[in-house]
């Protein structure tokens, strides 16, 4: 076990951990960073960490350093710190409790202020603040983000349920128009397959999806959604009529498996 009584670790508390390609680990905790066990450690005085609760680290492809703190964001390539609130007008000095580097390597940010929250992206030049039309985010606290091979992204949240990005679109997912569990999300990640899963107060969701190798053509194929779901001994299925016969079925299990009929 090391503490900060046999180690460099800064803090009790270690709140996230990222490798460097080159094998290097770091290690953020509730009193600064550190790289390796006894490794220079870095604060708020001694460095451009902005604040010294580390909420999550990332390294992206050029091998930068990116740390979120409870007060913004900074990076750090190993020489040289870059702060990411003062100059550019738009983030706020706030606790940050997520972020992620998507396909297109865009940063997303998640900010908590209070009871309220904000998601904000970065391009590599800008910062922008994501607004999309409807209260996708408004005051809502995003806990975690995801993003897949895709190019989707994924929000989980406080009390709006699971948010889904394609690129061009929002998705929101909640007890009332979907399968999820409950509405507090508190954790997700993506395998190696695609597949997403949540973890919360009940549990652990794997989000299904299909493959898309495995799609029909749109002009071929039509998607039924059978209600209730999952359904007990029976249930009736109505082909709209403007599907031409001759016509068949595929009915798939909560786990995305094929159920023969």
């Known amino acids: 076990v090391y503490t900060p009584e046999n180690s460099n670790l800064p803090g009790k508390t270690v709140i996230s951990i990222v490798q460097e390609k080159q094998g290097r680990i770091w290690f953020g905790t509730d009193e600064g960073v550190v790289a390796d066990l006894f490794g220079t450690v870095y604060n708020s005085d001694n460095s451009g960490l902005p604040g010294n609760l580390v909420t999550e680290m990332y390294i992206d492809d050029s091998g930068l350093i990116w740390i979120a703190t409870d007060n913004g964001i900074t990076s750090f390539d190993g020489n040289t710190w870059t ?9 706020p000095q706030e606790l940050v409790r997520a972020i992620e580097i998507d396909k297109y390597n865009n940063l997303w940010a998640s900010f908590i202020f209070g009871s309220d929250g904000a998601i904000f992206v970065f391009d590599g030049q800008n910062w922008e603040l994501v607004e999309p039309e409807g209260d996708f985010f408004e005051g809502v606290g995003v806990y975690d983000i995801i993003s897949t091979e895709k190019g989707d992204v994924w929000f989980s949240t406080h009390h709006k349920g699971l948010i ?6 929002f998705e929101h997912f909640m007890v009332s128009n979907s399968d999820i ?13 695609g597949y997403v899963w949540m973890g919360s107060r009940k549990g652990l969701t794997k989000v299904i999806s299909s493959p898309s190798s495995n799609l029909i053509p749109a002009e071929e194929s039509i998607t039924v959604q059978v209600t209730p779901n999952p359904f007990k001994y029976f249930t009736e299925i109505s082909v709209p009529e403007e599907i031409k016969r001759p016509y068949s079925f595929s009915l798939y299990n909560a786990n995305g498996r094929q159920v023969k009929l």
Do not use: F, R
């Open 83 to 91: 702060s990411h609130i003062s100059g550019t007008g738009i983030l």
């Open 181 to 193: 569990p409950i509405n507090q999300i508190l954790s997700l990640a993506v395998d190696s397959s």
């Open 164 to 169: 889904k990005y394609d690129g061009t679109n």
